[in-house]
């Protein structure tokens, strides 16, 4: 298959140039085609949500299992009225605080949502993304947009336009290239169709920050039990792990660094190749000691005490690693609260081993 490219990195702050170039993309999705795009939280591969066999092209692009629901991305509220049954007063404070923005809402679904966007499930997720490139697409092509992340399933989500172009070209009818995504994890997705309502997925919206808003909210826990919550259907699923054993070191600060440091000395007197995601507060330290050896990679995620940082880099140091061929990842870990809540949700999903010192 042929991949249309709609390069719009050099306009992607003017409006009215990004509408122009983005019709030929638009005029796609109308016609029951696929382009992947970028979002503020990572970027989606997309189809008319309202065409079975457009939605169809996605899980067959991403090799993604066809009991896993879609989002439904939309330029306007006005167009929630042939997706959702009805909109509850709490979806509407949210909307009002957090949209467009990084946050997924379930309700009940309009019958005119197709079972294969929801799997079958009378909910459907909604979500209407703030970048312009996906605001330009999405009034444009004049239809509500299932759009998936656009890896390949079982690979990090893309926050780059090359990551995109690695995991998609040839597989899909065209896809966008625009900036790098400001969040770099998926949406938060609250599950409003039930009451208290609970967080399927954590992101860089918060539990603290809808309890604040909606009052109570369940969040399933991080260690992969639920404090008995519904599981999204996707959370089922294996997610993307590493090539390379992924550890994950806890614990305070200066004890981690030691174990991490005295680890890494272990693996390389045994010849193994090894990466190292650290926070910049122990990047200078992990300079001086393996500085100068190749076989040693050093990946710096930003601030412990900014685990935003952590977010926006995560997925494109673990595709890195990926690439550079490491034998072993040994990686520091956040406090579980807040947004560090939900980076470490993602890190203890591509762990195979987390160790406490
Ligand atoms: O940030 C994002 O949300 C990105 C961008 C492209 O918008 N999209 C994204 O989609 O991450 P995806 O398909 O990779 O993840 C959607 C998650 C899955 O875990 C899925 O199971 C869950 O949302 N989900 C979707 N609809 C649902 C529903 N009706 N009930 C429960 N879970 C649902
Ligand atoms: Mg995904």
């Known amino acids: 298959m042929i991949t249309a490219i709609f390069d719009v990195r050099d306009i992607s702050d003017d409006f009215e140039q990004?509408?122009?170039?983005?019709?030929?993309?638009?005029?796609?999705?109308?016609?029951?085609?696929t382009v992947a795009f970028p979002t503020e939280t990572v970027y989606g591969l997309g189809a008319n949500a309202l065409d079975p066999e457009a939605v169809a092209k996605i899980y067959e692009a991403k090799g993604r299992p066809s009991d896993n629901p879609l989002i439904v991305h939309i330029?306007?509220?006005?167009?929630?009225?042939?997706?959702?049954?009805?909109?509850?007063?709490?979806?509407?404070k949210i909307m009002a605080k957090w949209w467009p923005g990084p946050i997924s809402i379930i309700m009940k679904k309009d019958p005119r949502i197709p079972d294969r966007v929801t799997a079958g499930l009378d909910t459907v997720a909604v979500r209407m993304p703030v970048n312009p490139e996906a605001r330009a697409l999405l009034s444009r092509c004049g239809c509500p947009v299932a759009a998936p992340s656009a890896n390949l399933s079982g690979k990090p989500s893309p926050t780059r336009p090359e990551h995109v172009l690695h995991d998609l070209e040839g597989r899909v009818d065209g896809i966008v290239l625009g900036r790098n995504c400001d969040v770099g994890i998926e949406s938060t997705v609250i599950d409003l169709s039930v009451e208290p309502p609970v967080i399927l997925?954590?992101?860089?919206?918060?539990?603290?920050?809808?309890e604040a808003l909606i009052g109570e909210v369940r969040v399933a826990s991080n260690n992969g039990k639920t404090e008995s919550v519904p599981k999204a259907p996707g959370m089922k699923y294996t997610h993307y792990a590493p090539e390379?054993?992924?550890i994950l070191y806890r614990g305070e600060a200066d004890s981690l660094w030691q174990a991490i440091r005295e680890r890494a000395e272990a693996e390389r007197a045994a010849g193994r190749r090894i990466g190292l995601m650290l926070s910049s507060e122990h990047l200078n330290a992990a300079r001086e000691?393996?500085?100068?050896?190749p076989g040693c990679r050093i990946h710096d995620f930003g601030s412990a005490k900014d685990?935003?940082?952590?977010a926006q880099c995560i997925f494109d140091i673990l595709r890195t690693l990926d690439r550079e061929g490491v034998d072993l990842i040994l990686g520091e870990t956040f406090e579980e609260a807040g947004v560090g809540f939900s980076v470490m949700n993602r890190l203890l999903k591509a762990a195979s081993d987390v160790i406490t010192v």
């Open 18 to 33: 990004l509408n122009e170039r983005l019709i030929q993309a638009a005029d796609i999705l109308a016609a029951g085609g």
């Open 75 to 92: 330029a306007s509220e006005d167009q929630l009225a042939g997706i959702v049954r009805e909109v509850p007063e709490k979806a509407r």
């Open 201 to 210: 997925r954590p992101g860089i919206v918060t539990a603290e920050d809808l």
């Open 244 to 246: 390379a054993p992924l």
């Open 289 to 293: 000691a393996f500085g100068n050896d």
């Open 307 to 310: 685990p935003k940082q952590a």
